[in-house]
């Protein structure tokens, strides 16, 4: 099956400055990469995806890659704050019904 | 428009009791998902169901788990005989859809705690 690799575990970043989460997967067939952000005790909630056919998406201060050659993808998000803190969770999907997900990154962000 | 509804939000069984938890997707969305989280890890996919249909099931331990969702009411997760390391939380998406490029939507989540 699908596997999903992701790094770092843990980032801390200061107030404004930009962070980077990156994540690989193993099936070429994946054709479909949402980002979930979980807040403490809170449900994780879809913040940007990507599928296969388009190399990058933006979204405000966040934006997901996406090189399918080397089955690798990663979330910016630009101009920190405070409320971006929180565990963030990439995922990749071959059928839409049964997602892989990373084993998350705890993004600190220093006011 | 109502989220995906879970609950209970939090459980506390003894161990071999039993566990149900329960979910209603969102408005007009057919298909649920059970996803297994436990400290410190990622979400672990367990079943995709449609009303009364199991779809897919490869995650679900083959002992003591069940899920179901029928034609009236919400899907249910039951867990028999509990175990400590059964502890964790249970997360239940919905979608309208399933297939290729589908989006799924969390609910808060039940946290099982086993003592």
């Known amino acids: 099956g699908e596997n999903v690799e992701q790094h770092p575990s843990t980032l801390s970043v200061q107030e404004g400055d930009s962070a980077v989460i990156k994540c690989t997967y193993s099936d070429s067939a994946s054709n479909y990469f949402p980002w979930y952000k979980q807040e403490l005790g809170k449900r994780p909630q879809l913040i940007i995806d990507i599928r296969s056919n388009v190399g990058e998406k933006k979204d405000q201060r966040i934006a997901v890659t996406l090189n399918k050659t080397a089955k690798h993808f990663s979330l910016h998000i630009t101009e920190t704050q405070p409320e971006d803190s929180a565990v963030y969770f990439c995922?990749?999907?071959?059928?839409?019904?049964?997602?892989?997900f990373g084993t998350g990154t705890s993004l600190t962000v220093i006011p | 428009n109502a989220g995906v509804m879970q609950n209970p939000r939090h459980l506390v069984r003894r161990r071999g009791q039993e566990a149900r938890l329960r979910c209603s997707p969102m408005k007009g969305h057919s298909h649920v998902y059970w996803y297994r989280q436990l400290p410190e890890e990622g979400l672990k996919f367990m079943v995709y169901l449609q009303k009364e249909n199991i779809i897919d099931e490869s995650g679900m331990p083959k002992e003591r788990f069940s899920a179901e969702f029928p034609k009236e009411g919400p899907s249910i997760l039951r867990i028999q005989q509990v175990v400590r390391g059964d502890s964790a939380a249970y997360f239940c998406?919905?979608?309208?859809?399933?297939?290729?490029?589908?989006?799924?939507?969390f609910g808060e989540g039940s946290w099982l705690t086993v003592v």
């Open positions: 995922a990749a999907s071959i059928t839409g019904n049964q997602f892989y």
């Open positions: 998406a919905s979608s309208p859809t399933g297939g290729s490029g589908n989006t799924i939507y």
